[in-house]
């Protein structure tokens, strides 16, 4: 059975890099300690296994996103599209809380092996080269895209980082 990601089409692909266009979305988030992700992955996880008002399991989706803001990190799980934002379960969590993301552009750069700091300054910075030469505005932070868990080898993990675009 496959894993369920958000629904989007590309509308460019060059090498490495894609212009999209997601579908709204709902995630459940968390604020995040490192990369490692051990404390907002853990409590989103808890979330989706019942930790919820409902005690409610939601399926895993990916990939797992953290958006890596100038001055902190958060942790990220998409909801299964079958819920509305009314159908989720409350958070049991006082850290964790729902939000609706809205239909978006969002430039992407996809790459593999593990992540690190340096490893994401250098495809961000080729993110944003790509995005400066096609005369788009990136909005908001990056955003880090997982879709392996931690146990798998390096040179098979997927990984993307992302940055909301405006390009007209």
């Given at each position: 059975?496959?894993?369920?990601?958000?629904?989007y089409q590309v509308i460019l692909s060059?090498?490495?890099?894609?212009?999209?266009?997601?579908?709204?979305?709902?995630?459940?988030?968390?604020?995040?300690?490192?990369?490692?992700?051990?404390?907002?992955?853990?409590?989103?996880?808890?979330?989706?296994?019942?930790?919820?008002?409902?005690?409610?399991?939601?399926?895993?989706?990916?990939?797992?996103?953290?958006?890596?803001?100038?001055?902190?990190?958060?942790t990220a799980f998409v909801m299964p599209?079958?819920?509305?934002?009314?159908?989720?379960?409350?958070?049991?969590?006082?850290?964790?809380?729902?939000?609706?993301?809205?239909?978006?552009?969002?430039?992407?750069?996809?790459?593999?092996?593990?992540?690190s700091s340096m490893r994401i300054q250098?495809?961000?910075?080729?993110?944003?080269?790509?995005?400066?030469?096609?005369?788009?505005?990136?909005?908001?932070?990056?955003?880090?895209?997982?879709?392996?868990?931690?146990?798998?080898?390096?040179?098979?993990?997927?990984?993307?980082?992302?940055?909301?675009?405006?390009?007209?």
């Amino acid at each position: 059975m496959a894993i369920e990601h958000p629904s989007y089409q590309v509308i460019l692909s060059e090498n490495s890099f894609e212009l999209r266009s997601y579908e709204p979305l709902i995630v459940a988030i968390t604020d995040e300690d490192d990369l490692r992700g051990n404390t907002g992955f853990g409590e989103v996880f808890d979330y989706i296994q019942g930790n919820n008002a409902q005690r409610k399991k939601i399926a895993m989706t990916v990939p797992v996103i953290n958006e890596l803001k100038p001055t902190n990190m958060t942790t990220a799980f998409v909801m299964p599209k079958a819920y509305a934002m009314t159908d989720l379960p409350q958070p049991g969590g006082r850290r964790l809380t729902l939000k609706e993301v809205p239909r978006r552009k969002v430039a992407a750069i996809s790459f593999s092996g593990n992540v690190s700091s340096m490893r994401i300054q250098e495809k961000k910075n080729e993110l944003l080269d790509w995005i400066d030469t096609k005369g788009w505005v990136g909005i908001g932070s990056i955003e880090l895209a997982r879709y392996n868990p931690p146990f798998i080898p390096g040179f098979l993990k997927r990984n993307e980082l992302w940055i909301e675009v405006q390009t007209d």
